[in-house]
């Protein structure tokens, strides 16, 4: 089962990027981002996608450049994720044979992102929207609209975001900070895809 999950390493380094990625494969999340905010992110990307020979969809985060969706794709990267909707960014991603998910927040930046083409929308910072204010967002957006909620989510309100019809989450802080070992991101990975399945499932 592929997980709706997208695991965000911001601040991870390239010594820690490959037994990280294995970590999180073996939990069952398959979707990782490397945010370019991060120490020498480029050389985390390579390392994980090196590791995961095909078991996951790796990219990064924090993009803000189309040259830098150039780099990604030239390294043979799988994802895109923006903090913003820039529809250069965001075409750039889909012309490179990549999946793009932008950041959004209002109708307006929604809909934009769609007519360019990306493949999911992540609603940030998803806890000052609310569940009711995604809700009433997807009631105009197309019902086919992959949405993620990204920023004050995990375990204990998946279901919640669940039920007003939200396709994943990603999942930040909640699973990774700089210092924490491998052997804790692992634990609570095991954990976040366990209460996911648990929400899906209506458990």
Not at 164 to 183: C, D, E, M, Q, W
Request: proline share 6%; charged share 20%; with cysteine.
């Amino acid at each position: 089962m592929s997980r709706e999950l997208i695991a965000i390493l911001r601040g991870v380094t390239p010594a820690e990027a490959a037994p990280m990625a294995e970590a999180l494969i073996e939990a069952g999340i398959t979707k990782i981002e490397v945010p370019l905010n991060s120490p020498d992110p480029f050389d985390s990307i390579k390392s994980m996608l090196d590791v995961s020979e095909g078991r996951a969809e790796i990219g990064a985060g924090t993009v803000l450049d189309p040259a830098d969706v150039q780099r990604l794709a030239q390294m043979g990267a799988h994802l895109v994720v923006s903090p913003d909707c820039n529809p250069r960014v965001i075409v750039a991603t889909k012309q490179a044979g990549m999946l793009s998910y932008p950041g959004v927040f209002t109708a307006t930046e929604a809909f934009t992102a769609l007519r360019n083409g990306a493949d999911g929308l992540k609603f940030f910072p998803a806890f000052k929207l609310g569940t009711d204010g995604i809700a009433a967002l997807k009631a105009v957006l197309p019902a086919e609209a992959k949405t993620y909620a990204v920023g004050g989510v995990g375990p204990d309100n998946f279901a919640d975001w669940l039920n007003i019809g939200i396709t994943g989450f990603g999942i930040g802080s909640n699973l990774f900070k700089p210092g924490r070992s491998v052997a804790d991101v692992a634990a609570r990975a095991v954990d976040m895809s366990a209460a996911y399945d648990a929400a899906l499932s209506g458990s």
